[in-house]
Protein backbone atom coordinates (compact mmCIF):
# COMPACT_ATOMS: atom_id res chain seq x y z
CA UNK A 1 0.00 0.00 0.00
CA UNK A 2 1.42 3.36 -0.78
CA UNK A 3 2.26 5.36 1.80
CA UNK A 4 0.57 8.41 2.57
CA UNK A 5 3.21 10.94 1.73
CA UNK A 6 3.16 9.26 -1.71
CA UNK A 7 -0.30 10.32 -2.30
CA UNK A 8 0.17 14.03 -1.87
CA UNK A 9 0.74 15.78 -5.20
CA UNK A 10 4.16 17.39 -5.45
CA UNK A 11 4.98 20.59 -3.65
CA UNK A 12 5.70 22.25 -7.48
CA UNK A 13 2.03 21.05 -8.67
CA UNK A 14 0.26 22.69 -6.34
CA UNK A 15 2.46 26.40 -6.47
CA UNK A 16 2.04 25.68 -10.27
CA UNK A 17 -1.98 25.76 -9.59
CA UNK A 18 -1.40 28.64 -6.60
CA UNK A 19 0.29 31.00 -9.26
CA UNK A 20 -2.62 30.45 -11.88
CA UNK A 21 -5.07 31.26 -9.88
CA UNK A 22 -2.80 34.48 -7.98
CA UNK A 23 -2.99 36.18 -11.35
CA UNK A 24 -6.61 35.87 -11.76
CA UNK A 25 -6.90 38.00 -8.76
CA UNK A 26 -3.95 40.62 -9.02
CA UNK A 27 -4.38 43.76 -9.59
CA UNK A 28 -2.62 47.27 -10.07
CA UNK A 29 -2.82 48.02 -5.90
CA UNK A 30 -1.65 44.74 -4.65
CA UNK A 31 2.20 45.15 -3.31
CA UNK A 32 4.96 42.67 -4.38
CA UNK A 33 4.75 41.28 -0.06
CA UNK A 34 0.30 41.16 -1.06
CA UNK A 35 1.14 38.63 -3.98
CA UNK A 36 4.24 36.66 -1.99
CA UNK A 37 1.55 36.29 0.73
CA UNK A 38 -1.65 35.36 -1.72
CA UNK A 39 0.80 32.66 -3.27
CA UNK A 40 1.23 31.08 0.05
CA UNK A 41 -2.10 31.38 1.63
CA UNK A 42 -3.31 29.84 -1.94
CA UNK A 43 -0.60 27.24 -1.71
CA UNK A 44 -1.77 26.14 1.55
CA UNK A 45 -5.47 25.77 0.92
CA UNK A 46 -4.45 23.68 -2.10
CA UNK A 47 -2.76 21.71 0.07
CA UNK A 48 -5.19 21.04 2.78
CA UNK A 49 -7.30 20.18 0.03
CA UNK A 50 -5.38 17.60 -1.42
CA UNK A 51 -3.97 16.64 1.93
CA UNK A 52 -7.68 15.29 2.78
CA UNK A 53 -8.13 13.72 -0.09
CA UNK A 54 -4.75 11.57 0.45
CA UNK A 55 -5.60 10.49 3.66
CA UNK A 56 -9.54 9.88 2.54
CA UNK A 57 -7.78 7.51 0.18
CA UNK A 58 -5.02 5.97 2.43
CA UNK A 59 -8.00 5.20 4.96
CA UNK A 60 -9.87 3.64 2.19
CA UNK A 61 -7.35 1.30 0.50
CA UNK A 62 -6.28 0.31 4.22
CA UNK A 63 -9.88 -1.30 5.02
CA UNK A 64 -9.12 -4.81 4.92
CA UNK A 65 -11.64 -7.60 3.18
CA UNK A 66 -12.90 -9.01 6.08
CA UNK A 67 -14.14 -6.12 7.55
CA UNK A 68 -15.76 -4.94 4.30
CA UNK A 69 -17.52 -8.69 4.17
CA UNK A 70 -19.36 -7.78 7.86
CA UNK A 71 -22.79 -8.28 7.17
CA UNK A 72 -24.54 -6.52 10.41
CA UNK A 73 -24.42 -3.32 10.19
CA UNK A 74 -23.21 -1.97 13.87
CA UNK A 75 -20.86 -4.17 14.28
CA UNK A 76 -19.30 -3.51 10.66
CA UNK A 77 -19.45 0.51 11.88
CA UNK A 78 -17.40 -0.60 14.86
CA UNK A 79 -14.78 -2.31 13.16
CA UNK A 80 -14.47 0.48 10.93
CA UNK A 81 -14.09 3.35 13.14
CA UNK A 82 -11.83 0.79 15.26
CA UNK A 83 -9.47 0.49 12.56
CA UNK A 84 -9.54 3.91 11.41
CA UNK A 85 -8.88 5.04 14.87
CA UNK A 86 -6.00 2.65 15.10
CA UNK A 87 -4.37 4.18 11.87
CA UNK A 88 -4.53 7.83 13.08
CA UNK A 89 -3.62 6.98 16.00
CA UNK A 90 -0.05 4.65 15.08
CA UNK A 91 0.36 6.54 11.81
CA UNK A 92 -1.60 9.13 10.41
CA UNK A 93 -1.24 11.66 13.80
CA UNK A 94 3.00 10.41 13.77
CA UNK A 95 3.48 10.82 9.28
CA UNK A 96 1.21 14.27 8.85
CA UNK A 97 3.85 16.67 10.96
CA UNK A 98 6.57 15.12 9.07
CA UNK A 99 4.77 15.50 5.89
CA UNK A 100 3.87 18.96 6.70
CA UNK A 101 7.23 20.29 8.14
CA UNK A 102 9.06 18.47 5.00
CA UNK A 103 6.90 20.21 2.57
CA UNK A 104 6.95 23.89 4.35
CA UNK A 105 10.60 23.56 3.86
CA UNK A 106 10.87 23.56 0.64
CA UNK A 107 7.89 25.76 -0.24
CA UNK A 108 9.14 28.68 0.72
CA UNK A 109 12.11 29.77 -1.51
CA UNK A 110 9.98 28.26 -3.79
CA UNK A 111 6.97 30.54 -3.33
CA UNK A 112 9.39 33.71 -3.20
CA UNK A 113 11.31 32.40 -7.25
CA UNK A 114 7.73 31.85 -8.58
CA UNK A 115 6.92 36.24 -7.52
CA UNK A 116 10.39 37.17 -8.45
CA UNK A 117 10.34 35.39 -11.49
CA UNK A 118 6.42 35.77 -13.02
CA UNK A 119 5.65 39.02 -11.60
CA UNK A 120 9.35 40.87 -11.54
CA UNK A 121 11.41 39.07 -14.05
CA UNK A 122 13.93 38.12 -12.21
CA UNK A 123 15.73 34.99 -12.84
CA UNK A 124 16.71 32.59 -9.51
CA UNK A 125 17.91 29.66 -9.05
CA UNK A 126 16.69 26.92 -6.30
CA UNK A 127 19.59 25.30 -4.26
CA UNK A 128 19.30 22.16 -3.10
CA UNK A 129 20.26 22.12 0.78
CA UNK A 130 21.59 18.44 1.86
CA UNK A 131 22.55 18.06 5.59
CA UNK A 132 26.55 18.23 6.66
CA UNK A 133 27.08 19.82 3.35
CA UNK A 134 29.27 23.19 3.58
CA UNK A 135 26.08 26.00 3.64
CA UNK A 136 24.08 27.16 0.80
CA UNK A 137 21.66 29.81 0.61
CA UNK A 138 18.27 29.15 -0.35
CA UNK A 139 18.03 31.10 -3.70
CA UNK A 140 20.93 32.37 -5.89
CA UNK A 141 20.23 35.81 -7.89
CA UNK A 142 20.97 34.88 -11.47
CA UNK A 143 22.00 31.60 -10.64
CA UNK A 144 24.56 29.33 -8.74
CA UNK A 145 27.12 29.80 -11.57
CA UNK A 146 27.65 33.42 -11.30
CA UNK A 147 27.69 33.94 -7.50
CA UNK A 148 30.42 31.39 -7.10
CA UNK A 149 32.35 32.71 -9.91
CA UNK A 150 31.43 36.18 -10.17
CA UNK A 151 30.10 36.89 -6.71
CA UNK A 152 29.91 40.87 -6.93
CA UNK A 153 27.53 40.06 -9.98
CA UNK A 154 24.93 37.15 -7.83
CA UNK A 155 22.83 37.56 -4.58
CA UNK A 156 22.36 34.79 -2.02
CA UNK A 157 19.62 34.73 -0.33
CA UNK A 158 18.14 32.91 2.91
CA UNK A 159 14.33 32.06 2.92
CA UNK A 160 12.06 31.48 5.70
CA UNK A 161 8.59 30.93 5.83
CA UNK A 162 8.19 32.38 9.85
CA UNK A 163 10.99 33.02 12.20
CA UNK A 164 9.62 30.60 14.44
CA UNK A 165 12.34 27.99 12.04
CA UNK A 166 15.61 27.74 12.47
CA UNK A 167 16.21 31.25 10.96
CA UNK A 168 19.99 31.46 12.93
CA UNK A 169 21.34 29.11 10.86
CA UNK A 170 21.21 31.27 7.61
CA UNK A 171 23.85 34.01 10.05
CA UNK A 172 26.43 32.41 7.64
CA UNK A 173 25.00 34.06 4.35
CA UNK A 174 26.53 37.50 5.21
CA UNK A 175 30.02 36.33 6.18
CA UNK A 176 29.88 33.93 3.09
CA UNK A 177 28.61 35.95 0.22
CA UNK A 178 29.40 39.75 -0.97
CA UNK A 179 25.40 40.16 -2.06
CA UNK A 180 23.04 38.63 0.42
CA UNK A 181 19.88 38.71 2.09
CA UNK A 182 17.66 37.31 4.23
CA UNK A 183 14.04 37.39 3.67
CA UNK A 184 10.98 35.63 5.53
CA UNK A 185 8.01 35.64 3.56
CA UNK A 186 4.48 35.28 5.84
CA UNK A 187 2.72 37.71 7.62
CA UNK A 188 2.75 34.97 10.43
CA UNK A 189 5.95 35.60 11.21
CA UNK A 190 6.63 35.63 15.17
CA UNK A 191 8.56 38.90 14.69
CA UNK A 192 8.58 41.41 17.13
CA UNK A 193 10.90 43.22 19.80
CA UNK A 194 12.83 40.01 21.04
CA UNK A 195 13.28 38.95 17.33
CA UNK A 196 14.66 42.61 16.72
CA UNK A 197 16.90 42.01 19.27
CA UNK A 198 18.49 38.87 18.32
CA UNK A 199 18.62 39.49 14.81
CA UNK A 200 20.95 42.40 16.22
CA UNK A 201 23.28 39.90 18.01
CA UNK A 202 23.40 37.43 15.49
CA UNK A 203 24.43 40.04 13.47
CA UNK A 204 22.08 39.80 10.43
CA UNK A 205 23.00 42.79 8.05
CA UNK A 206 19.74 43.21 5.63
CA UNK A 207 16.40 41.63 6.73
CA UNK A 208 13.21 41.75 4.09
CA UNK A 209 9.93 41.09 6.02
CA UNK A 210 6.30 41.66 5.58
CA UNK A 211 5.28 44.71 4.73
CA UNK A 212 2.16 44.67 7.26
CA UNK A 213 4.78 43.42 9.79
CA UNK A 214 7.43 46.29 9.02
CA UNK A 215 4.77 48.72 9.44
CA UNK A 216 3.90 47.36 12.54
CA UNK A 217 7.31 47.68 14.13
CA UNK A 218 8.98 50.58 12.27
CA UNK A 219 9.87 52.43 15.20
CA UNK A 220 11.50 49.62 16.77
CA UNK A 221 13.42 49.08 13.37
CA UNK A 222 14.53 52.59 13.26
CA UNK A 223 16.14 52.28 16.36
CA UNK A 224 18.64 49.71 15.38
CA UNK A 225 18.93 50.90 11.23
CA UNK A 226 22.43 51.68 12.06
CA UNK A 227 23.22 47.95 13.04
CA UNK A 228 20.46 45.76 10.76
CA UNK A 229 18.81 47.06 7.83
CA UNK A 230 15.43 45.91 7.77
CA UNK A 231 13.08 46.52 4.86
CA UNK A 232 9.16 45.93 4.11
CA UNK A 233 9.75 43.16 1.40
CA UNK A 234 7.63 44.56 -0.85
CA UNK A 235 11.47 46.66 -1.54
CA UNK A 236 13.46 43.21 -2.53
CA UNK A 237 12.31 43.49 -6.30
CA UNK A 238 13.82 46.77 -6.80
CA UNK A 239 17.07 45.94 -3.91
CA UNK A 240 18.03 43.17 -6.14
CA UNK A 241 17.54 45.19 -9.23
CA UNK A 242 20.12 48.07 -8.03
CA UNK A 243 22.31 45.56 -6.99
CA UNK A 244 22.20 43.44 -10.37
CA UNK A 245 22.33 46.98 -12.65
CA UNK A 246 25.13 48.38 -10.32
CA UNK A 247 27.55 45.51 -11.06
CA UNK A 248 26.46 44.31 -14.98
Known sequence: MRKLSERIV??????ERAKEILKEKINDSMSFSDKVNLLEKLAHEIYLEEEL??????????????ILEIENKDELINRLLEHIAKLIQQNIAKDLPNIRRARAGSSAEKILKIALEEFEG???????????????PDLAVPNWNTLLENPEK???????????????????IFTKFKNAV??????DTDFGVDKIRAMVDEKMKVVFIPDKVFNKYIDEIN???E??????????PNYLHRILSKNS
Open 154 to 172: GIAIAVKRTLRERWREDTT
Open 182 to 187: FVCISE
Open 10 to 15: SVDEIL
Open 227 to 236: LVRFYPLSEL
Open 223 to 225: HVK
Open 53 to 66: KAIASYLKDSIPNE
Open 122 to 136: IKCEVLRRKKKEEYL
